[in-house]
Nanobody, 124 residues
Framework: VQLQASGGGLVQAGGSLRLSCAAS????????MAWFRQAPGKEREFVAA????????YYADSVKGRFTISRDNAKNTVYLQMNSLKPEDTAVYYC??????????????????WGQGTQVTVSS
């Protein structure tokens, strides 16, 4: 599967952005999808993940209550709605896909497919 992330940009603290990740192929619904991010000088970190049908979601503690991951299998797209953005959310955001995971296993970088990343910058 090929992944194309979009929707990044510059936003003021407290603002919102919605990232999208479009997937190619007809088997999108057979993948768990996730978002990761990498800030300058830092390691890439898990943000959120969602199960095949969207019924199960996982979030990093740092974004719980502010970010929402969702998917539309008819459109082969996964979204990340980001609200109440903070300067520390500034990073390149990547979408990723894997066949399955559970619990904290979804937080690891063991995803077989990655998108190219989209820059999110939050100004104070």
């Amino acid at each position: 599967v090929q992944l194309q992330a979009s929707g990044g940009g510059l936003v003021q603290a407290g603002g919102s952005l919605r990232l999208s990740c479009a997937a190619s192929g007809r088997t999108f619904s057979s993948y768990y999808m996730a978002w990761f991010r990498q800030a300058p000088g830092k390691e890439r970190e898990f943000v959120a993940a969602i199960s095949w049908s969207g019924g199960i979601t996982y979030y990093a503690d740092s974004v719980k209550g502010r970010f929402t991951i969702s998917r539309d299998n008819a459109k082969n797209t996964v979204y990340l709605q980001m609200n109440s953005l903070k300067p520390e959310d500034t990073a390149v955001y990547y979408c990723a896909a894997r066949s399955s995971c559970s619990g904290y296993g979804c937080h690891t970088e063991e995803y077989g497919y990655w998108g190219q990343g989209t820059q999110v910058t939050v100004s104070s």
